[in-house]
Every structure is written in structure tokens, then in C-alpha cells.
């Protein structure tokens, strides 16, 4: 079966520009998660959907990002305007959850790493 | 709120050495406990797991127990060979959402 694909791998952009990641869930996962990963912060949560609805978005930074997830087995991050502070690895991660995670595992694409310059 | 302590890296070994990353949680209930591992340049998967007080997880060598009386989950392995360097996340799930320890640099030399 494939994992979570997410593309492209690796984008250097301009600031300003505006940025597109893309991910493929895992077929039957019903639950997706946006991750961005830093040397400084770490591992941060954006943004979670469940069944293709955003469910806590508390973690996207400010209003320049934003996530959709259009049906099961689409969902894109969006970044607009660009700025360099952006650059990290974006990473996209799939589950099944019924009540809650109660022990699934969250699997975890490649990532994205965006370099804005 | 939830979360998890993990010992800081990097770690540094010689091969064939014992391997302890030390992580502790502090949790409402009894969540589950995972160790998910990230090789350079890669994304995160997920090494092994336990779901309930006691049980162990193991996968490659690698083993942790879940001890719900030290709220501790330490991953160990007898003997690291230089493909272990990586870097070691423990996570706990907390409802929808992992809450994750800040990771720990494993690096083995030959």
C-alpha cells in the first residue's frame, strides 16, 4: 500500500511568492494532520482535519496560511505571501481515528522542504 | 496539559554499544506511548508503540515498557550499529493529536 505522498520534495521560492504543498493520504485514513518542522521549534501542529473538515487550526501561524482538504484523498497548505521565516520541512500525516487516536498510529510523508529566499 | 520529557542529544555511541533514550510523560489517564524515529533526510515512522500499563513495544532491537508507576517509556537496545543514528521522537496521544518530546540525536561511530 502507499504511504502519505506529499510533493513536491523540495521547493525554493522567492519571497512574496505564494507557495502550494500537496498530500495524498492513506486510502481509508480518515484524519490528516499538517506538521512543520524547524531546528528552532521542532515539531509544530498546523492544522488537523477529521472525515475532510478542519477540526483545530490553532497551530497555522497567522493568516498567510491556510489549508483545505477538498475530499478524502486530497489536501493542500497554502502559504501566500511567502516570507523567509517559512522555510522549514512540511510535513503531512495520516491516520484512522474513531474516538480520538486510542493508540493508531500516525503515518508520515516525506515532506516538503521549502526554502524561501 | 499533557506531555513528554525526553533526555536532550546529541547521544553519542560506539557501535555494539547499550543503547538508553530516557523519556517520562505526564498525562491525564492512560495514553498511549509510541517511539517514532527520523532518519536524515526522511520523514518520521514509527518504531514501536504500547497501549496499556506494562506492555512492552519492540521492533529492529529496539524495546520500551510502559510504566505507568514512573510514567516513563525509555527506549533501549542491546547493541546500536551505525544505521540507529537518527533522531528519536517520543510521543504520547493525547484525543486527536500525538504530543510530542523535542527528539534525541543518535549518533553511532563505527
Known amino acids: 500500500d502507499a504511504g502519505v505522498i506529499q510533493s513536491p520534495r523540495h521547493e525554493v521560492t522567492e519571497m512574496g511568492q505564494e507557495v502550494t504543498l500537496r498530500c495524498k493520504p492513506i486510502?481509508?485514513?480518515?484524519?490528516l494532520f499538517w506538521y512543520r518542522q524547524t531546528m528552532m521549534r521542532g515539531l509544530e501542529l498546523l492544522i488537523y482535519?477529521?472525515?475532510?473538515?478542519?477540526?483545530?487550526d490553532s497551530g497555522m501561524p497567522e493568516d498567510r496560511f491556510s489549508a483545505k482538504m477538498p475530499n478524502a484523498s486530497f489536501s493542500t497548505l497554502k502559504i501566500q505571501p511567502s516570507e523567509p521565516r517559512d522555510s522549514a520541512v512540511y510535513f503531512c500525516?495520516?491516520?484512522?481515528?474513531?474516538?480520538?487516536?486510542?493508540?493508531?498510529?500516525?503515518?508520515f510523508g516525506e515532506g516538503s522542504w521549502l526554502t524561501v529566499v | 496539559g499533557d506531555s513528554v520529557t525526553q533526555m536532550e542529544g546529541p547521544v553519542t555511541l560506539s557501535e555494539e554499544a547499550f543503547l538508553t533514550i530516557n523519556c517520562t510523560y505526564t498525562?491525564?489517564?492512560?495514553?498511549?506511548l509510541f517511539w517514532y524515529v527520523q532518519y536524515p533526510g526522511e520523514g518520521l515512522q514509527l518504531l514501536l508503540k504500547?497501549?496499556?500499563a506494562d506492555d512492552k513495544g519492540s521492533n529492529k532491537g529496539f524495546e520500551a515498557t510502559y510504566r505507568k508507576e514512573t510514567t516513563s517509556f525509555h527506549l533501549e537496545k542491546g547493541s546500536v550499529q551505525v544505521s540507529d543514528s537518527a533522531v528519536y521522537f517520543c510521543?504520547?496521544?493525547?484525543?486527536?493529536?500525538?504530543?510530542w518530546g523535542a527528539g534525541t540525536k543518535l549518533i553511532i561511530k563505527p
Open positions: 486510502s481509508g485514513h480518515n484524519s
Open positions: 500525516a495520516s491516520s484512522r481515528m474513531g474516538r480520538g487516536l486510542s493508540g493508531n498510529t500516525i503515518y
Open positions: 498525562a491525564t489517564g492512560y495514553p498511549s
Open positions: 504500547a497501549t496499556k
Open positions: 510521543a504520547l496521544d493525547s484525543n486527536y493529536q500525538l504530543i
Open positions: 482535519f477529521n472525515n475532510n473538515v478542519p477540526i483545530d
